[in-house]
Structure formats: structure tokens, C-alpha cells
T-cell receptor
Framework: ETGVTQTPRHLVMGMTNKKSLKCEQH?????MYWYKQSAKKPLELMFVYNFKEQTENNSVPSRFSPECPNSSHLFLHLHTLQPEDSALYLC?????????????FGPGTRLTVL | EDKVVQSPLSLVVHEGDTVTLNCSYEVTNFRSLLWYKQEKKAPTFLFMLTSSGIEKKSGRLSSILDKKELFSILNITATQTGDSAVYLC????????????FGTGTRLTIIP
């Protein structure tokens, strides 16, 4: 499989649940990103990883916990979420964390928090 | 499947030049068309276009949407080296239930 894949595509969870989102890229890239896309809002950057090291945490609440075990995989662990966390969560990757490297986006995970 | 195509893929111009970036789409229905500047780590929001024929401006940048011909353009006048970036066009679905459909991006390089 090529490109950036995300699983699951849809997730419904209660506020007390713990779940994880998975992202995998098959492009040989070194940088990976988590974004949140809410209705009526532009993309919000959450986390950036470069060579498995987190380089940016954009003031994200601790109920979101990222993990990057290697350059190809990125996880977003979720616990005690709030209904306002319902959104589309997009993963992206780029060759490196440079300004001119195009980011390739996955299909997203549609998260609904009840 | 929705499709967004940007052209050119890459563009190199001298500082002070004016550039026009193109975005065409094959989308059956959408709520808005978005332009982003991807400069460092993440795309920075530039414009949201929902109505055809109405130009949006922000400093040296402007953009317009043509729903009849299914395209949008992004103009940058008096370019500066800080404008060097990848410019992304994306289409937002009508109900917010699906992801944005991004174009391939235009890599713009401004030579001093």
C-alpha cells in the first residue's frame, strides 16, 4: 500500500474510553504530523515529529498523547475526551521538517465523542 | 472521487514579480475552497472562498473563485523571498463529515 494511511476511518467513543488513532506512511518520509479539522475551522496543527522526535506540541491538552515509535508510524492516544474533541483528525508526512517539503495527508479519522 | 489539481507544480521567479497560482477542481458539491501557505511546519490558512466572483484580499495576496469554470487563482504581487513556500488548495465538503481534498501544491521559490 502506498501513501499515508489512517485507521480507523471512523471512531465513536465515550468520554471515559481510551482509544488510539494510527497513521502509517509508506513514502520514506522523516516528518509526521497530527492535525485536527473541526467544522467551520481551518486545519489546526497538533503535533510534529521529525526523525521520531517530537518537535512541536501546539498547546494540545494532555488527554491527547502522541507516540512515534519509528519514522513510518504515528499514533494518537486518546483518553477522557470531551464532546468538543469530536472532529476529523488528519495525519500527514513530509520528507523532512522543512518549509518547502510538501506534506502528504492521510484520509483522516472521523472521531465522535459522546 | 473528488479531485483538485494545482498548476504549476513548481515556479521560480525573481523578487518583485507577480505570480498567479491555479487550482482547478472536479468536485460535485462543496462548501468552500481553501488556500494554505505551507511554509515551515504546517499549512497556514490564507483564504476561504465560498462565493463565485468575489475577490478576497490580504495585503499582497488575493484570491478569487469561479464556480462556473471550476477553478480558483491565488495572486501574489510584488513577491518577496518570504513568500517562498508550498501553496496548497483544498476543497471542503458540504457537510463537514469528510476530509478536505487537497491539491498537489505549487512550490513557489522567490529568488532575491
Amino acid at each position: 500500500e502506498t501513501g499515508v494511511t489512517q485507521t480507523p476511518r471512523h471512531l465513536v467513543m465515550g468520554m471515559t474510553n481510551k482509544k488510539s488513532l494510527k497513521c502509517e506512511q509508506h513514502l520514506g518520509h522523516n516528518a509526521m504530523y497530527w492535525y485536527k479539522q473541526s467544522a467551520k475551522k481551518p486545519l489546526e496543527l497538533m503535533f510534529v515529529y521529525n526523525f521520531k522526535e517530537q518537535t512541536e506540541n501546539n498547546s494540545v491538552p494532555s488527554r491527547f498523547s502522541p507516540e512515534c515509535p519509528n519514522s513510518s508510524h504515528l499514533f494518537l492516544h486518546l483518553h477522557t475526551l470531551q464532546p468538543e474533541d469530536s472532529a476529523l483528525y488528519l495525519c500527514a508526512s513530509s520528507q523532512d521538517q522543512r518549509g518547502t517539503d510538501t506534506q502528504y495527508f492521510g484520509p483522516g479519522t472521523r472521531l465522535t465523542v459522546l | 472521487e473528488d479531485k483538485v489539481v494545482q498548476s504549476p507544480l513548481s515556479l521560480v521567479v525573481h523578487e518583485g514579480d507577480t505570480v498567479t497560482l491555479n487550482c482547478s477542481y472536479e468536485v460535485t458539491n462543496f462548501r468552500s475552497l481553501l488556500w494554505y501557505k505551507q511554509e515551515k511546519k504546517a499549512p497556514t490558512f490564507l483564504f476561504m472562498l465560498t462565493s463565485s466572483g468575489i475577490e478576497k484580499k490580504s495585503g499582497r495576496l488575493s484570491s478569487i473563485l469561479d464556480k462556473k469554470e471550476l477553478f480558483s487563482i491565488l495572486n501574489i504581487t510584488a513577491t518577496q523571498t518570504g513568500d517562498s513556500a508550498v501553496y496548497l488548495c483544498a476543497v471542503e465538503p458540504p457537510f463537514g463529515n469528510e476530509k478536505l481534498t487537497f491539491g498537489t501544491g505549487t512550490r513557489l521559490t522567490i529568488i532575491p
